[in-house]
């Protein structure tokens, strides 16, 4: 009977052949770029990413320009408000 190890050994050397390197050695880079790609693809897109700060961002600003819009009406009220008082 033949074993796991020695049926699968002839391919690895091929595999180690046409790449140029050890297969364990690939094994080892091919996990560490997928843990960074992982981790980029979360920074990008993930709960604290970058596209969720350009959206915060756009949100101060359109709550910023609600403020002073709101400034602007407070004062216009008190002015009408100060002016029935010294009316009446």
Known sequence: MISFQENIEPSI??????????FK???V???VVTIL???IANLLFGT???T??????QQEKSLTIDIQHLK???AKLHK???EWIDAT
């Open 13 to 22: 050397r091929k595999f180690e052949e046409i790449l140029g390197l050890s």
């Open 25 to 27: 050695i690939f094994l």
């Open 29 to 31: 880079t091919a996990l």
């Open 37 to 39: 790609g992982v981790y």
């Open 48 to 50: 604290h990413s970058l």
């Open 52 to 57: 969720v700060l350009q959206h915060l961002r």
């Open 72 to 74: 602007e009406e407070n």
């Open 80 to 82: 009408t408000y100060l």
